[in-house]
C-alpha cells in the first residue's frame, strides 16, 4: 500500500545510523537529562517517583519534536523535500515515512530513558512496563508530527528552536509538572485542556503512580490519538516544498 | 490508445521510437506551452509563454539570472501550476501521475549528505523503479558509472566537492531511465573535460529518442543544443535552432552570444 513510505523511512534509518554523532547524542543525551534532574532530587525520597512520568513524558514530547522538527526543516532548506515532491511519492507517503522512520529512534529513546529512570535510577513504579510504553509510544507519535508540522513555519534552525519556548514551554508549565494544575486560575487551567501534554503527563502519572490500567485513562490515550491522527493530516495536506511560512 | 499506454512505461525507448513512427508526424511532442504565465505575488515571473518541443531532442533554455528558467523547469516537473495558460509534458499535464516518466536535476544537488552516493542514488531508484532488486541495482551501477564515481560510490556526499555533486545529482535523475529528462543548470562547476562527457551521453539518450529540456546561462552549453529558447524576464525573445539564431543577426560568422544580445536590443526596440 504506501510502500513508499517503506522506502523513505528505511532511507532516513540510513542516513540517522551513518551519522555516529547524532546516534550517539539520541541515545546519552535523555540518560544524562535523566540523570541530571535525578541528582537534583537526593534529598526527598518519594518525590521523584511522582515526578517522573510526568517528566517521561515531557522528555518524550520535546525530543520526538525536536529530532523531526530539525531534520524535516534540513529537508526543506537543503531541496531534498522539493525533489522528492518532484517524484511519484505522494505527501502521505512522505509524512509516513517521516514518522515511520523517527519513530524507531524515538522509540529506542523512549526505551532507554524509561527503562533507565526505573532500573538505573530505581524510581518505584505501579501499572505494567508495556502499558507504559504503549502510552509513551501515543505520545510520541504526536510528537514527531508536531515536529514536521512546525517546520513548515521556519525558515532556518534558528527559527525552528525558537518554537521549543514557543510550543513546548507552555506546555510544559500548564501541564501539571510545576505546580498542580488545580492550583492554577481557570484561564490557564482552560487553556490546559487544549494542550496534548496536559494529557500525557496525567496519563503517565495515572498508569505509573497510581497502578491504572489503559483502559482506565482511555481518555486521555484518545485525545492523545486524536492529536497525532490530526496533526498528520494536516500536515499531510499542507505539505509545501519550500520552506517559510 | 494502447500503443500510448504502452509507450508511457519507463524504460521503454524503443517503445517511444515506435510510437513516434505509428504517430505519423514526424516527430511527438515531448512537452507544450501555450500563453503560459507564472506570478509570485504581484511579480511576472513567466510572460506568455508558448513553445513546442518535439521528443528526442535536447532543448537549451537559455538566459540570464533571473530570466525565469528555474520557474518553468519548475513548472514542467509539477512543482508549480502556472496561473495563466496551459502546460503538458508528454501530453498530459503535469502532476504525480506524469512524474514517473520525468528525470529531474534541480539546479542546487538535492542530496542527502549523511549517505554515500551509492545510497543515494539507490534511494532515487527506489522511489521510481518497481522494487525489483537486481534490475534496479544494475541500473543504480550504470548511472553511477555513466557519471564516473563508480570508484568512489561508497564515499559520503560530504567528502564530495561541488562538480562531484552535480554528477551524483544527474545520476539520480536519469536512474529510472525517463523518457524526458529535465536538467537545470546541470554544467555549473563541472570541468571541461566532463562537460563534453556530459554533452555525449546527452547525444546518446537523444538517439534512444529521450528529450532533454536543459536551462543554462553559457552559450558554451546552448551550443550543443538542437533547438534554442532565448529567455529574458519572463519571457520568451527567440526559439529555433542554434543556426537559425545565429543567421537572423545577418552578421556572417556571428556566434550565440551575439545572437542573443541582437534579440534583446530587438526586444527593447519594440
Redo the contacts between chains.
Keep these: 500500500m504506501h510502500?513508499?513510505a517503506l522506502?523513505i523511512a528505511s532511507?532516513i534509518i540510513?542516513?540517522?545510523v551513518?551519522?555516529r554523532r547524532t546516534l550517539g547524542l539520541i541515545i546519552v543525551v535523555p540518560i544524562v537529562v535523566m540523570t541530571l534532574i535525578w541528582l537534583s532530587f537526593p534529598e526527598l525520597p518519594g518525590t521523584l517517583d511522582y515526578i517522573a512520568p510526568a517528566l517521561l513524558a515531557t522528555l518524550a514530547l520535546f525530543f520526538g519534536f525536536l529530532l523531526t522538527g530539525i531534520s524535516f526543516l534540513r529537508e526543506r532548506s537543503?531541496?531534498?523535500l522539493?525533489?522528492?515532491?518532484?517524484?511519484?511519492?505522494?505527501r502521505l507517503d512522505i509524512v509516513l515515512g517521516y514518522l515511520l522512520g523517527f519513530f524507531l529512534f524515538a522509540l529506542l529513546q523512549t526505551l532507554i530513558i524509561v527503562l533507565f529512570t526505573i532500573y538505573a535510577l530505581d524510581v518505584q513504579y505501579k501499572g505494567d512496563l508495556w502499558q507504559i510504553f504503549v502510552f509513551q509510544i501515543i505520545v510520541l507519535i504526536g510528537a514527531i508530527n508536531l515536529g514536521i508540522f512546525i517546520s513548515a513555519f521556519a525558515r532556518n534552525e534558528f527559527q525552528m528552536v525558537q518554537f521549543i519556548p514557543l510550543i513546548i514551554l507552555p506546555q510544559v508549565f500548564l501541564c501539571g509538572i510545576l505546580w498542580p494544575l488545580e492550583q492554577m486560575n481557570d484561564v490557564l487551567q482552560w487553556i490546559a485542556k487544549f494542550l496534548p501534554l496536559t494529557y500525557a503527563v496525567e496519563g503517565m502519572r495515572d498508569i505509573m503512580v497510581y497502578g491504572k490500567s489503559l483502559l482506565d485513562v482511555g481518555f486521555d490515550l484518545a485525545v492523545l490519538a486524536a492529536f497525532a491522527v490530526g496533526i498528520s493530516v494536516i500536515t499531510a495536506l499542507t505539505l509545501r516544498?519550500s520552506s517559510g511560512g | 490508445m494502447l500503443v500510448l499506454r504502452f509507450c508511457l512505461i519507463p524504460n521503454h525507448f524503443p517503445c517511444i521510437i515506435i510510437y513516434n513512427m505509428i504517430g505519423g508526424e514526424s516527430q511527438q511532442l515531448a512537452v507544450e506551452a501555450k500563453n503560459t504565465s507564472f506570478f509570485y505575488g504581484k511579480l511576472k515571473v513567466l510572460d506568455n509563454l508558448s513553445f513546442r518541443i518535439p521528443a528526442g531532442i535536447s532543448y537549451g533554455l537559455l538566459g540570464p539570472n533571473g530570466a525565469g528558467k528555474t520557474t518553468l523547469i519548475r513548472l514542467l516537473v509539477g512543482l508549480l501550476t502556472s496561473h495563466q495558460g496551459s502546460i503538458s509534458v508528454l501530453g498530459r499535464v503535469p502532476s504525480r501521475q506524469t512524474a514517473h516518466l520525468i528525470g529531474y536535476m534541480p539546479q542546487q544537488p538535492s542530496l542527502y549528505n549523511e549517505l554515500s552516493i551509492v545510497q543515494n542514488v539507490d534511494f532515487f531508484a527506489r522511489i521510481y523503479l518497481k522494487d525489483n532488486g537486481n534490475e534496479r541495482s544494475k541500473q543504480v551501477e550504470e548511472a553511477v558509472k555513466l557519471v564516473g564515481l563508480w570508484e568512489r560510490r561508497n564515499d559520503g556526499i560530504m567528502k564530495l566537492s561541488g562538480g562531484m555533486k552535480q554528477r551524483v545529482s544527474l545520476a539520480c535523475a536519469i536512474v529510472h531511465n525517463p523518457p524526458l529528462l529535465f536538467l537545470d543548470e546541470p554544467t555549473v562547476g563541472l570541468d571541461p573535460e566532463l562537460r563534453v562527457n556530459f554533452w555525449e551521453h546527452f547525444a546518446g539518450l537523444n538517439k534512444k529518442g529521450v528529450t532533454i529540456i536543459i536551462s543554462s546561462h553559457t552559450m558554451d552549453d546552448a551550443a550543443h543544443c538542437d533547438r534554442l529558447a532565448f529567455m529574458r524576464n519572463g519571457q520568451l525573445i527567440a526559439e529555433g535552432t542554434p543556426n537559425d539564431l545565429r543567421q537572423a543577426t545577418g552578421k556572417l560568422g556571428a556566434s550565440l552570444e551575439d545572437a542573443f544580445l541582437y534579440f534583446v536590443r530587438r526586444e527593447e526596440k519594440k
Design positions: 510502500s513508499q522506502i532511507r540510513k542516513q540517522v551513518r551519522d537543503q531541496g531534498t522539493e525533489r522528492l515532491m518532484a517524484s511519484p511519492v505522494s516544498h
